[in-house]
């Protein structure tokens, strides 16, 4: 993403879902210490930016030393484009070009557990991953290995500290 599609980007994500907080959660990743303008991207149809999805740095809790991974949140695109393959094109894309460029070992996602398989996430748990909070079901918590990863790599994961002051980690009751 470049920095001037900063406000499109954040409008389109926003709009794209029913419940508050992605603006806090936005405003928040990006005056954190983890943002980089090259681990967001968008989606752009004619010239207009139409989706966005966000990595940032997180930790796994190894049993020998802490690890960086990514997290994978948000992702959004515009509501009357949804349901037409723009995100996924944009996590694919976002993926392959994370592939080449990152060092780090897996990536993380609190998600929809039909929608992100076809990417190649997983239930974490059966990768020998614990949730960063008793909030997030089991169902939801998903890794994306990446080529870096062994299998030493496993443990709990320690969100950004953007996500725990947006409370953006679980599910409320």
């Given at each position: 993403m470049h920095p001037d599609e900063w406000n499109e980007a954040r409008a389109v994500c926003v709009g794209a879902f029913d419940e508050p907080g992605i603006d806090t959660l936005l405003d928040t990743l990006r005056s954190s210490w983890g943002w980089a303008d090259e681990l967001a991207f968008v989606a752009e149809l004619e010239g207009e930016v139409v989706g966005l999805v966000v990595f940032t740095p997180s930790f796994i809790d190894t049993p020998d030393r802490v690890v960086q991974v990514l997290v994978l949140s948000p992702l959004g695109v515009r509501r009357d484009l949804q349901n037409q393959g723009i995100g996924d094109a944009l996590?694919?894309?976002?993926?392959?070009?994370?592939?080449?460029?990152?060092s780090e070992p897996a990536i993380f996602l609190e998600g929809i557990p039909t929608y992100y398989p076809r990417f190649g996430f997983r239930r974490g748990v059966d990768c020998g991953f614990r949730q960063a909070s008793d909030r997030v079901p089991d169902e939801g918590f998903m890794v994306y290995l990446m080529p870096s990863y062994e299998p030493s790599v496993r443990g709990a994961l320690a969100y950004a500290d953007a996500f725990w002051r947006a409370d953006a980690v679980g599910l409320r009751e």
């Amino acid at each position: 993403m470049h920095p001037d599609e900063w406000n499109e980007a954040r409008a389109v994500c926003v709009g794209a879902f029913d419940e508050p907080g992605i603006d806090t959660l936005l405003d928040t990743l990006r005056s954190s210490w983890g943002w980089a303008d090259e681990l967001a991207f968008v989606a752009e149809l004619e010239g207009e930016v139409v989706g966005l999805v966000v990595f940032t740095p997180s930790f796994i809790d190894t049993p020998d030393r802490v690890v960086q991974v990514l997290v994978l949140s948000p992702l959004g695109v515009r509501r009357d484009l949804q349901n037409q393959g723009i995100g996924d094109a944009l996590v694919r894309g976002a993926l392959a070009e994370l592939e080449r460029t990152r060092s780090e070992p897996a990536i993380f996602l609190e998600g929809i557990p039909t929608y992100y398989p076809r990417f190649g996430f997983r239930r974490g748990v059966d990768c020998g991953f614990r949730q960063a909070s008793d909030r997030v079901p089991d169902e939801g918590f998903m890794v994306y290995l990446m080529p870096s990863y062994e299998p030493s790599v496993r443990g709990a994961l320690a969100y950004a500290d953007a996500f725990w002051r947006a409370d953006a980690v679980g599910l409320r009751e």
